[in-house]
């Protein structure tokens, strides 16, 4: 115990010459050493006799002043105003044994017990305090007691009577409170709650995704059982209870009927177990919904009289009330908890965050609203004063914006160096940058060594701070652990594993540092390759084929084994085996394909995971000898894996296929409609060099044409274009149009029109023949411009020829004239007025009149020329 732990401490007896007696510690002229100064009298104006005692080594002062403190005790003196507080608690008004009791639960007094039990008949609504106060004395002997309100109805002597049995340490009274709980609770909340209770992981608060679930189910309980069921998990205040209970309640709005009573007695059992943590997170969660809601009414039924009654529900008034409890009780843990106060006050400040701060308007600063913030941290300077009326903080004067040098504005600072690892919670923790500038030079300096002595975990939270100070702390700390030449594993492991950047990369310097060691152990090779973050994954591959390129034949040969032994089982989760599969892949298939047979391939092809699957093929695919083994149409099934190197190990060993191929065709087809682009390709390549026409003729060449897919149309026309007339072995236009003409794609419409303007022999029976085709162009709901406008200049061509082609023209263009659209009016017309010139004869929609029949026309209209 350091001396600044050390503070004054009065005491008084009702009885003798001397009434009052204070102890305080000063340190002496000698280094290193303190004086013990004892002063006594009738009262605390008048304290004449006494003494000093030194001086006295550091190291022994704490002793010698227990010592001084028992030697007055036994001579009757207690803490100052025990004797005052005993006498109250048989005052007649409530109120005042109320208070009465509370400061002597503060001060921890055993001697009270027995005062306490007496006047607990006769109370009424100081009970709870009563009960409250035995708890904390801590004296077994009130345990009969707190067992009989833990069992009560009402809420506040049930929590009164059920937080004193847990201070007592009476854990066969917890089971029955716990019981008498677990029967509150809805059964979809505890059904949720059993089996986390009996998990190994209960000790540490259960799976996050098994609390998530107990989290959910408390959240779709009724708004009515919603509170009673958080009350009451944190009651049971097993480690997966309280942080549902808390998550929970994070998730709910205070200012619903329901629900506020419950929210408040969590925050009293938080106080009575000193459970930091809660506190700070309901301080300032109550702070935090009070700037966005100013409350409701609503007529609620009294939990003490039964009656219902409006009220107001988390109003204003109550609000404040709150943020002034908060630093109440941090004040009282200062004085009478003084080891406590540092951490408490931690859990709070940290909990703040940049959605907190207001806009600084005048004299009120960012800061103004965060009421529990600024009492913590400025609480002893004098550059803030509080605004009662809106319980915020402003500077005194423009001149105390700035800080002053050097000075330290905390409260109670000598509290938080006594207890400095609060100083790492806030830096581990906190949200704004006010705090950190708090701790950070604290960590920096004087307490080094509680970064020395601090866990990976929270050496690594360091490195998300927003304050550059905190995380290079946190660099250099790690630094200072990390020897590459004997590394912390497990410590590397979390960092090459978290999720944020900063760490990550840090752990990813260092793995690429000890690469030389880890990579000679399997083990830690293959845990490396199957971390659950894929960039340090990638990164441990990486680095591990580099080693392997330099290793000996009986490690690559060991590593494959383990390796082959990896990819053989299950993935734990999608992509575990992607980084093993390409170290596989890329450094040992030579050691893989001598341990695995061609039955050991297709078996990995058909169950094993995407990785082993790639490796399978990389492997098929260098044994064009396994096509006899596998055969040819199991090959082709080969082609359709959604496995890239499957198929491409498909493709090599149908190189070896292609008689088969010649004999049926349709085992092409199966290549050609592939979903796949590269055995598409495959097949187009085969077809065009070692297929030959014979082996597919007209009919396979059409059925390439009659594909959905446009890239396999598009072959198929270049083979019509290539093959076309070539004489006796080519395919003659007639039967290829024959076959195109009623295609209804407009990618092959087009190409068959292509095929009739440059290879369709004269005369009208070969234009009837393409008259459907000519027809879909022109009235294809979504015609083609160019497609459209070549059957017009086609037509007209053919019109133009002969007087049979003429009538064909005619008759489709007088139709297409009704349908036309505006830019092709001009197009159709001319053409229509081409052909009635070349040949009258050939009905049309336009009726041509040569110059013999217009002049009887002319002189009827405009009389005798």
């Keep these: 115990m350091a001396v600044q732990e050390l503070p004054s401490i009065h005491l008084f007896r009702p009885q003798g010459p001397d009434r009052v007696a204070i102890v305080s510690v000063t340190r002496a002229t000698h280094p290193n050493s303190f004086m013990i100064h004892v002063a006594r009298g009738a009262r605390r104006g008048k304290l004449t006799t006494g003494g000093s005692y030194g001086p006295v080594a550091e190291g022994l002062v704490a002793e010698r002043y227990a010592e001084i403190v028992h030697s007055l005790r036994a001579e009757g003196f207690r803490t100052a105003g025990f004797f005052a507080s005993i006498a109250a608690l048989k005052h007649k008004n409530a109120g005042v044994r109320a208070r009465a ?17 007496d006047a607990l008949p006769k109370a009424v609504d100081d009970v709870c305090v009563m009960v409250d106060a035995l708890g904390v004395l801590g004296d077994p002997q009130a345990i009969p007691v707190a067992r009989q309100y833990a069992a009560r109805k009402l809420l506040s002597r ?20 716990k019981n008498r709980a677990l029967e509150r609770l809805p059964a979809t909340v505890r059904a949720e709650l059993e089996p986390l209770d009996m998990e190994q992981h209960s000790q540490i608060g259960g799976k996050p995704q098994s609390i998530e679930k107990l989290v959910q189910a408390i ?5 009515r059982d919603r509170g009673l069921a958080i009350d009451t998990l944190y009651e049971i205040a097993t480690p997966s209870a309280t942080l549902a209970a808390l998550a929970a309640i994070e998730k709910s709005a205070f200012d619903q009927p329901h629900f506020w009573r419950y929210a408040k007695s969590v ?19 109550f702070e935090a919904r009070g700037r966005a809601s100013a409350g409701t009414t609503a007529k609620v039924k009294s939990g003490y009289d039964g009656e219902e009654k409006k009220m107001r529900i988390f109003g204003r008034a109550t609000q404040n009330y709150l943020r002034r409890a908060t630093w109440r009780y941090l004040r009282r843990l200062a004085r009478h908890a003084p080891k406590s106060y540092a951490h408490a006050a931690a859990e709070v400040i940290l909990r703040y965050g940049p959605e907190d701060l207001s806009e600084p308007s005048g004299r009120f ?22 605004d009662g009326r809106s319980m915020r903080f402003k500077f005194r004067s423009s001149k105390h914006v700035t800080p002053p040098a050097g000075a330290r504005e905390e409260a109670y600072p000598w509290l938080w160096d006594e207890e400095p690892k609060a100083y790492l919670r806030v830096l581990t923790a906190a949200r704004l940058v006010d705090a950190h500038a708090f701790a950070a030079p604290k960590i920096a300096g004087p307490f080094r060594n509680v970064l020395h002595a601090a866990s990976a975990d929270e050496v690594i939270a ?6 550059d100070r905190t995380v290079d702390l946190g660099v250099s700390e790690l630094e200072r652990r990390f020897d590459p030449e004997n590394p912390d594993y497990i410590l590397l492991t979390k960092l090459i594993t978290s999720a944020r950047d900063p760490v990550r990369e840090l752990g990813q310097r260092w793995m690429r540092l000890t690469a030389p060691l880890w990579t000679r152990d399997i083990d830690r090779s293959l845990a490396f390759l199957r971390l659950p973050e894929g960039s340090s994954r990638a990164l441990a591959a990486e680095l591990l084929i580099a080693h392997i390129a330099g290793a000996g034949p009986e490690s690559r040969r060991a590593l494959a084994a383990a390796v082959l032994d990896v990819l053989r089982s299950p993935e734990a989760a999608q992509g575990d085996h992607d980084a093993i599969g390409r170290v596989a892949r890329i450094a040992l298939a030579s050691e893989l394909g001598a341990l695995l047979s061609t039955d050991d391939l297709m078996a990995l092809i058909q169950s094993g995971s995407g990785a082993a699957k790639a490796l399978a093929g990389d492997l098929l695919g260098r044994r064009p000898e396994a096509l006899g083994d596998i055969g040819t149409e199991h090959v082709l099934a080969l082609a359709q894996s959604a496995v890239a190197s499957v198929r491409g190990a498909a493709r090599a060993l149908l190189l070896g296929a292609v008689e088969d191929l010649k004999r049926d065709p349709e085992l092409l087809f199966m290549l050609v409609e592939s979903e796949w682009d590269d055995t598409r390709a495959f097949a187009f390549d085969l077809i065009r060099e070692r297929i030959n026409l014979d082996a597919l003729g007209l009919d396979g060449v059409i059925g ?70 000519c027809r879909a162009i022109l009235f294809d709901l979504w015609p083609s411009l160019k497609a459209k406008r070549t059957v017009l200049d086609f037509l007209t061509a053919r019109g133009l020829a002969d007087e049979g082609q003429a009538e064909i023209a005619a008759r489709i ?31 049309s929609a336009v009726r041509v009149l040569v110059p013999a029949e217009a002049s009887p026309i002319a002189a009827e209209k405009g009389g005798a020329p």
Aim: hydrophobic share 45%; proline share 5%; net charge neutral.
């Design 365 to 386: 600063g960012a800061l103004s609203g965060c009421y529990a913030f600024v009492r913590v941290l400025f609480g002893g300077g004098d550059r803030f004063q509080l």
């Design 158 to 177: 049930r929590r009164s009577g059920a937080e004193a049995l847990r201070n007592l340490g009476d854990s066969e009274g917890l089971a029955d409170v």
């Design 219 to 223: 959240l779709a309980a009724p708004l």
């Design 462 to 467: 360091l490195l998300d701070a927003p304050y």
């Design 267 to 285: 925050h009293k059992r938080a106080m009575l177990r000193r459970d930091f943590v809660a506190f700070g997170l309901l301080a300032h969660a």
């Design 813 to 843: 263009l007088s139709e297409y004239v009704h349908t036309k659209g505006r830019a092709d009016f001009e197009r159709v017309m001319e053409a229509l007025v081409r052909i009635g010139l070349e040949h009258p004869s050939v009905a």
């Design 704 to 773: 390439l044409c009659d594909s959905n897919r446009l890239d396999v149309q598009d072959f198929g026309k270049s083979l019509v274009s290539r093959h076309i007339n070539e004489g006796a072995g080519g395919f003659a236009v007639e039967e290829v149009l024959s076959r195109l003409i009623q295609h209804p794609h407009p990618n092959m419409r087009g190409f068959a029109l292509d095929l009739a303007v440059r290879y369709l022999r004269p005369g009208f029976v070969q234009l009837a023949k393409v008259e459907p085709l």
């Design 101 to 117: 009791a509370a400061r002597l639960g503060w001060m921890r007094e055993p001697e009270a017990v027995p005062a306490i039990i």
